[in-house]
């Protein structure tokens, strides 16, 4: 199968008809002296689409972007994207880095440099990766799906068959978010290809019975379920309204880039470790450029339906369904509530787990070096 060099190009058109949207927004009303609680501070984002409509170039973005190797292959004729970066050392290790929701390939922009030339950054040679930052299927400029089924297993499968075609018998896998389940079913699905499994997150549905709606049997399981449960309750609207209606939800995110854009910064402040100010840890330019790479391919529907595939086939990790290969998790402190890992090590054999002085859910854009180095570290026994 046919490896085709790829290149970004948006059509002008597509560009100026968001220019055309953004300059005829039609805003909210907010109550006074507003912050985030109740979502996406109106004041924000009038600052943030001004400097959309007169300050950003996508053609900037667009060029730095195609400096990095990306390519499309295509699967049984469906086509994914992803880079893959060489390693600088004597033995590179192969490693798929899978990016989440509302993520894309560009999280990994940062750290990609740190683990495939570690010696040009403070590391040694010999803990070098050849990377390869796929784009989920449904996402970017991989294609969306046209039938039901695209979920975290169907799209290990896809990895262990893009990782096969790029010549690798055996590599190793990392992610957070999505990545991480999509990490967690190559290790179930597809454990003799594996080295081994780096994770920055750890959904607790994966070790409550794939559902945080049942009682459990044990208080460790119990106490993290009172846990998870108060997040849901304040943050979880949008993981049950894209689990259950995302048809609905795209009518109004692909028509309208403010109402996009909304949907998805409000993440990036909740979720990280910016105390409160977006702007300390993400550039505008970071921020409009991952909304764009969904604007611009027309993906928040098929993005978000990954929640409702994964509703229909969630995956539950146990002693009897566990991940036997090595892993290792990285908790970073301002992420989403993860599960102890004593109930953790139920359905994963971990080896390594390190708790990270700072950073939230995006932890290749917040604190890459630090993934970066924790990274190393656990693959280096491994090699």
Not at 1 to 28: E, G, N
Not at 43 to 55: E, K, Q, T, V
Request: aromatic share 10%; hydrophobic share 40%; glycine share 8%.
């Amino acid at each position: 199968m046919a490896t085709q060099k790829f290149a970004i190009s948006v059509p002008d058109v597509t560009l100026a008809d968001l220019q055309r949207r953004l300059d005829s927004t039609r805003w909210p009303s907010e109550l006074n002296k507003a912050g985030w609680e109740s979502g996406s501070n109106l004041a924000y984002m009038r600052s943030l689409a001004d400097y959309w409509r007169h300050g950003y170039n996508w053609r900037r973005q667009e060029a730095a972007l195609n400096q990095l190797p990306q390519y499309r292959l295509a699967l049984d004729g469906f086509h994914i994207h992803f880079l893959h970066v060489r390693g600088k050392g004597p033995a590179p290790l192969p490693l798929i880095i899978t990016h989440g929701w509302p993520g894309s390939f560009m999280e990994m922009i940062k750290i990609i440099p740190l683990l495939a030339d570690p010696a040009a950054h403070r590391g040694s040679a010999e803990d070098a990766f050849d990377v390869i930052v796929p784009s989920l299927p449904g996402y970017g400029f991989s294609d969306r799906p046209k039938e039901p089924g695209m979920n975290p297993n169907h799209i290990a499968a896809l990895w262990a068959r893009l990782m096969h075609e790029l010549g690798y018998s055996r590599f190793a896998a990392q992610g957070g978010d999505w990545g991480s389940a999509v990490s967690i079913a190559l290790g179930l699905d597809h454990p003799d290809r594996m080295i081994g499994i780096h994770l920055n997150y750890l959904a607790g549905r994966f070790f409550l019975g794939g559902t945080i709606n049942e009682p459990q049997d044990d208080e460790v399981a119990n106490a993290f379920l009172a846990d998870i449960r108060g997040w849901w309750d304040s943050e979880g609207g949008y993981s049950h309204l894209q689990a259950t209606k995302p048809q609905t939800l795209s009518y109004g995110l692909n028509d309208s880039p403010l109402g996009l854009a909304a949907w998805i910064v409000e993440k990036f402040q909740s979720w990280s470790d910016c105390a409160g100010d977006l702007e300390h840890l993400f550039t505008r330019d970071e921020l409009l450029t991952n909304v764009m790479i969904y604007w611009v391919t027309e993906t928040i529907y098929s993005s978000t339906r990954l929640y409702y595939e994964s509703r229909e086939r969630p995956i539950s990790l146990s002693p009897t369904n566990r991940v036997k290969g090595p892993v290792a998790v990285a908790l970073f402190p301002k992420e989403i509530p993860m599960p102890p890992r004593k109930l953790a090590e139920r359905g994963l054999n971990i080896v390594r787990w390190t708790a990270m002085p700072r950073g939230g859910h995006f932890a290749a854009m917040e604190q890459p070096e630090l993934l970066a180095q924790d990274l190393r570290e656990f693959f280096r026994v491994l090699r």
